[in-house]
């Protein structure tokens, strides 16, 4: 089996115009969604198809003019390339043996050498605060150490008995959607590094969701 850590999944989607964008996240959701392969990002890819469909709202919002019209679409923009980010992580991460796991997912990938076996060290979570959207927790990591090529991002509504995973992210800053509203959670980082490094899970942050 490859090592999903000596890949690197593309994130194209960056450059894209919204037309394009639109069209590639269309392909991505259709050929994830709901698909037995991709059960393992299921959350990604919900995550994805519910952004997608936002933008895709606020895009025909916006096509008559109206600056509110237009900042609301570009706020459903960003929303969507962070999910498509989030999901391409996730795809590098779980990589199968077979590469077309990543491309078939209509993302493309290129090798990255491994430079280090140092153990990594452990995240250090900044802030953790409830997000201006209802259900919603955005927060940010002092680090981003040398040799990470990714971070999850897990929470916990029962006090760190479990754990679920809230996202993927590359850099940062990081947003955790779709949470109970006026509950109590505890959030927590881990680093991915080369040679399937991980830290070891970063000090609990309580948050309280609105």
């Known amino acids: 089996m490859l090592n999903p850590r000596k890949l690197l999944v593309l994130r194209k989607h960056n450059k894209m115009t919204d037309d394009r964008l639109r069209s590639h996240a269309a392909n991505v959701v259709s050929a994830t969604d709901r698909v037995p392969a991709y059960e393992s990002v299921a959350t990604e890819v919900e995550s994805v198809k519910v952004r997608y469909e936002a933008f895709n709202s606020a895009s025909e919002a916006a096509a008559n003019g109206g600056k509110s019209l237009t900042l609301a679409k570009n706020d459903a923009k960003q929303a969507l390339l962070e999910a498509l980010d989030a999901l391409g992580t996730a795809l590098q991460l779980t990589v199968r043996e077979d590469l077309t796991y990543i491309t ?105 969701v609105l």
């Open 104 to 208: 078939n997912a209509y993302y493309e990938y290129r090798t990255q050498p491994v430079r280090s076996e140092e153990p990594l060290p452990d995240p250090i979570l900044e802030f953790v605060n409830s997000g201006t959207l209802t259900g919603t927790v955005v927060g940010k990591l002092k680090e981003l150490p040398k040799g990470v090529k990714a971070i999850a991002i897990e929470y916990s509504k029962d006090e760190g008995e479990t754990w679920m995973n809230g996202t993927y992210i590359t850099g940062k800053r990081f947003t955790i959607t779709g949470l109970d509203v006026r509950k109590d959670y505890l959030v927590r980082a881990l680093y991915h590094g080369t040679f399937q490094r991980t830290s070891n899970h970063s000090k609990p942050m309580p948050v309280f």
